[in-house]
């Protein structure tokens, strides 16, 4: 696992920073040592692509920099995390063990691996004026490295579709030997994404970015001599090479080695880092003082470019203040005559200082996480708001608009969304059987955009939320036959604003079928595997919420049911959770019996079988005969949804 930078020392100086200090209302404005290029003149932000899930198909097969063991699923206290994620552009989700979200949806995460991620994360800068990304590459020859070299294909093929721009960024924190080793990874795999015509170049070179020279910590100790060797080597090659110093590089001093002022003026473009060392606009206000204007001379003065690091703020340590940190960067960097930035981090969900969308408000994240969302300081924030700053400070950087003190971004395009959806019309049920009623309604509407919709079961004066969905149809499930049940239906919006319960209908679930007693309920089970904490018992408590999942990525595995002695058998009735994130899925499924538990005999082949939430996720598999057996065993060979098999119910009966 990449060492968070983090871990960097803080500076004694920054701390001291708070205070308040005169500002240089001119200081000037200096010409760029190079025309503009790929990063003059352009907005760069850093981009991890370093987050993953099992099942993803990623070679780490882990939760990847979202798990402190990556085996296990983030959950409350072991979570790697500081901030979460919007989810809403993302096709795919990959569940955690934290609760719903406050809007009442699975706490899901997206995997970098998938290339929908990616895209998704180059629209965004395609859309908010970020030019380039600076895909960091920590030492790529441990475990990591094949998915490392399969996400630097991923950012290449979103930055050509996107019309953006992408460089490889070497990160050679704790890569001791890194001198040899981060040639041969830009000779033989690495300098082959030079010839995308979406490759940065600067001054007709291709852009290699060197990160961790020069600091003072155990996790960068390499000399002078060796890391000039490697940046005249880079040189060698043809490349532009820039390097990711220290924030006191200039002097040498707090997390600056003394001795590296060479090493410094030999790339051709120099980025002081930044996160960790402000967190007020005093702070922000002292750096522009003291290290930019002085940092930005003395490049100037030897033909050097200048990229200096815009940090968007910790959103766990309440640094942001909707904006106003992140702006009076772009403020003070655009009067200094700066050129060019870097925004740390695109999607740096493990330090809080992303700027991706990130959760707005309590309804858009697990309501037992603990996280702040945008909304942290009392001011209303769009998921996209940092995104969207980016955008406005990149234009004042770039002097398409004016110089401006003042934040103007609205925290909202149109301001804070207010408006609550209206009503959904015309519930409805459209059909019923011993255990579900099937409901669909007339779509609400929305100032904004209706986000999904709520539907409770009402009882007496009180109601329960039994799921939610995007569609307009929803079956509930696990229900008693012979029973009536009413329900109501509400809208909501990305704001958490919601609208009035519809009109309520009550439905009568159906008498139950002859030979409708479930003969595995509380039955005792057995399995080839199963994961975490979904256990095969979970398949017969008779909640449709709970389920079995075998180990992932290890066919065949198998479910089975004791039903106590010799009984009939003619069908089984398998269900997976409700609810609409468990995706329509096919599981390629096998039925064999045995009246002692050692010999099975087959009572149906291997089929595929469609769970679709819409239908209540339900299937049954009916026998060719009736079948007198004690132990009933499922063997799944396949699931289209998830690399494992899943039953979150098996009920048997006699007919």
Same mark, same amino acid.
């Given at each position: 696992?990449?060492?968070?930078?983090?871990?960097?020392?803080?500076?004694?100086?920054?701390?001291?920073?708070?205070?308040?200090?005169?500002?240089?209302? +001119?200081?000037?404005?200096?010409?760029?040592?190079?025309?503009?290029?790929?990063?003059?003149?352009?907005?760069?932000? !850093?981009?991890?692509?370093?987050?993953?899930?099992?099942?993803?198909?990623?070679?780490? =097969?882990?939760?990847?920099?979202? %798990?402190?063991?990556?085996?296990?699923?983030?959950?409350?206290?072991?979570?790697?995390?500081?901030?979460?994620?919007?989810?809403?552009?993302?096709?795919?989700?990959?569940?955690?063990?934290?609760?719903?979200?406050?809007?009442?949806?699975?706490? +899901?995460?997206?995997?970098?691996?998938?290339?929908?991620?990616?895209?998704?994360?180059?629209?965004?800068?395609?859309?908010?004026?970020?030019?380039?990304?600076?895909?960091?590459?920590?030492?790529?020859?441990?475990?990591?490295?094949?998915?490392?070299?399969?996400?630097?294909?991923?950012?290449?093929?979103?930055?050509?579709?996107?019309?953006? @721009?992408?460089? /490889?960024?070497?990160?050679?924190?704790?890569?001791?030997?890194?001198?040899?080793?981060? @040639?041969?990874?830009?000779?033989?795999?690495?300098?082959?994404?030079?010839?995308?015509?979406?490759?940065?170049?600067?001054?007709? @070179?291709?852009?290699?970015?060197?990160?961790?020279?020069?600091?003072?910590?155990?996790?960068?100790?390499?000399?002078?001599?060796?890391?000039?060797?490697? /940046?005249?080597?880079? @040189?060698?090659?043809?490349?532009?090479?820039?390097?990711?110093?220290?924030?006191?590089?200039?002097?040498?001093?707090?997390?600056?080695?003394?001795?590296?002022?060479?090493?410094?003026?030999?790339?051709?473009?120099?980025?002081?880092?930044?996160?960790?060392?402000?967190?007020?606009?005093?702070?922000?206000?002292?750096?522009?003082?003291?290290?930019?204007?002085?940092?930005?001379?003395?490049?100037?003065? *030897?033909?050097?470019?200048?990229?200096?690091?815009?940090?968007?703020?910790?959103?766990?340590?309440?640094?942001?203040?909707?904006?106003?940190?992140?702006?009076?960067?772009?403020?003070?960097?655009?009067?200094?005559?700066?050129?060019?930035?870097?925004?740390?981090?695109?999607?740096?969900?493990?330090?809080?200082?992303?700027?991706?969308?990130?959760?707005?408000?309590?309804?858009?994240?697990?309501? +037992?996480?603990?996280?702040?969302?945008?909304?942290?300081?009392?001011?209303?924030?769009?998921?996209?708001?940092?995104?969207?700053?980016?955008?406005?400070?990149?234009?004042?950087?770039?002097?398409?608009?004016?110089?401006?003190?003042?934040?103007?971004?609205?925290?909202?395009?149109?301001?804070?969304?207010?408006?609550?959806?209206?009503?959904?019309?015309?519930? *409805?049920?459209?059909?019923?059987?011993?255990?579900?009623?099937?409901?669909?309604?007339?779509?609400?509407?929305?100032?904004?955009?209706?986000?999904?919709?709520?539907?409770?079961?009402?009882?007496?004066?009180?109601?329960?939320?039994?799921?939610?969905?995007?569609?307009?149809?929803?079956?509930?499930?696990?229900?008693?036959?012979?029973?009536?049940?009413?329900?109501?239906?509400?809208?909501?919006?990305?704001? !958490?604003?919601?609208?009035?319960?519809?009109?309520?209908?009550?439905?009568?679930?159906?008498?139950?079928?002859?030979?409708?007693?479930?003969?595995?309920?509380?039955?005792?089970?057995?399995?080839?595997?199963?994961?975490?904490?979904?256990?095969?018992?979970?398949?017969?408590?008779?909640?449709?919420?709970?389920?079995?999942?075998?180990? +992932?990525?290890?066919?065949?595995?198998?479910?089975?049911?004791?039903? !106590?002695?010799?009984?009939?058998?003619?069908?089984?009735?398998?269900?997976?959770?409700?609810?609409?994130?468990?995706?329509?899925?096919?599981?390629?499924?096998?039925?064999?019996?045995?009246? =002692?538990?050692?010999?099975?005999?087959?009572?149906? !082949?291997?089929?595929?079988?469609?769970?679709?939430?819409?239908?209540? =996720?339900?299937?049954? /598999?009916?026998?060719?005969?009736?079948?007198?057996?004690?132990?009933?065993?499922?063997?799944?060979?396949?699931?289209?949804?998830?690399?494992?098999?899943?039953?979150?119910?098996?009920?048997?009966? %006699?007919?």
């Amino acid at each position: 696992m990449g060492v968070s930078r983090r871990s960097v020392i803080v500076t004694s100086i920054a701390a001291s920073a708070a205070a308040a200090v005169p500002i240089a209302l +001119n200081a000037g404005v200096s010409a760029a040592a190079s025309a503009p290029g790929d990063v003059v003149g352009k907005i760069t932000v !850093g981009y991890q692509g370093w987050f993953a899930a099992p099942g993803d198909g990623a070679p780490i =097969n882990g939760w990847w920099h979202y %798990s402190p063991d990556w085996s296990q699923p983030p959950a409350p206290g072991a979570c790697s995390i500081t901030c979460w994620p919007d989810m809403r552009d993302f096709t795919k989700g990959y569940r955690t063990n934290f609760a719903n979200l406050g809007n009442g949806q699975p706490a +899901n995460l997206f995997s970098s691996y998938d290339q929908q991620t990616v895209d998704t994360h180059f629209r965004w800068m395609q859309q908010n004026g970020c030019d380039t990304a600076a895909l960091q590459r920590f030492n790529p020859n441990g475990g990591e490295g094949a998915t490392r070299d399969a996400m630097a294909q991923k950012v290449r093929q979103a930055a050509e579709a996107y019309g953006r @721009k992408f460089y /490889i960024m070497y990160d050679v924190t704790w890569w001791l030997t890194m001198q040899n080793e981060i @040639k041969a990874d830009w000779a033989n795999k690495m300098s082959a994404h030079a010839a995308s015509g979406a490759y940065a170049r600067q001054n007709g @070179k291709p852009v290699v970015c060197i990160w961790g020279f020069g600091f003072n910590d155990d996790g960068r100790p390499f000399a002078p001599a060796a890391c000039l060797d490697v /940046i005249n080597w880079f @040189k060698g090659q043809g490349c532009y090479v820039i390097g990711g110093v220290p924030t006191h590089w200039r002097l040498g001093t707090d997390d600056s080695r003394a001795g590296f002022i060479d090493v410094y003026h030999a790339f051709d473009m120099v980025s002081p880092w930044m996160v960790g060392r402000i967190g007020d606009n005093a702070g922000a206000d002292w750096f522009y003082q003291n290290r930019v204007l002085g940092d930005l001379a003395d490049l100037n003065a *030897r033909g050097i470019d200048y990229q200096p690091c815009v940090i968007p703020g910790d959103l766990a340590a309440g640094h942001r203040r909707h904006g106003e940190l992140m702006w009076r960067q772009f403020y003070n960097h655009t009067r200094a005559g700066v050129k060019s930035a870097y925004i740390s981090m695109f999607d740096e969900f493990n330090e809080g200082n992303q700027i991706a969308k990130t959760a707005e408000s309590a309804a858009w994240q697990p309501t +037992n996480s603990g996280m702040r969302a945008l909304d942290e300081d009392g001011t209303p924030c769009s998921s996209d708001y940092y995104l969207r700053l980016t955008n406005d400070g990149g234009r004042m950087l770039k002097g398409q608009i004016a110089l401006t003190e003042a934040r103007f971004t609205a925290p909202f395009p149109t301001g804070p969304d207010q408006s609550a959806p209206s009503v959904p019309g015309s519930l *409805r049920v459209t059909g019923t059987t011993d255990t579900t009623v099937a409901l669909a309604w007339n779509a609400a509407t929305d100032n904004v955009g209706v986000a999904g919709y709520r539907i409770s079961r009402v009882a007496g004066a009180t109601s329960s939320v039994v799921g939610t969905t995007t569609t307009l149809a929803f079956t509930a499930t696990g229900l008693s036959a012979s029973t009536g049940y009413t329900f109501t239906v509400a809208a909501f919006d990305a704001a !958490g604003n919601a609208s009035g319960a519809s009109n309520a209908v009550t439905a009568t679930t159906t008498a139950p079928p002859s030979g409708s007693t479930n003969l595995a309920a509380g039955r005792p089970t057995a399995e080839s595997s199963h994961t975490q904490t979904y256990g095969s018992g979970n398949a017969v408590d008779g909640n449709t919420g709970t389920y079995w999942e075998s180990a +992932n990525n290890a066919w065949p595995q198998w479910l089975q049911v004791d039903l !106590g002695g010799a009984v009939a058998t003619r069908r089984i009735v398998l269900t997976l959770p409700p609810q609409s994130s468990w995706a329509t899925r096919t599981q390629t499924v096998a039925v064999s019996g045995s009246t =002692n538990g050692s010999s099975f005999t087959g009572i149906v !082949g291997a089929q595929g079988y469609t769970f679709d939430p819409a239908s209540g =996720n339900t299937v049954t /598999i009916t026998f060719p005969a009736t079948v007198t057996t004690r132990y009933l065993r499922l063997t799944f060979t396949a699931n289209t949804g998830w690399p494992a098999g899943q039953v979150s119910e098996l009920r048997v009966y %006699s007919a």
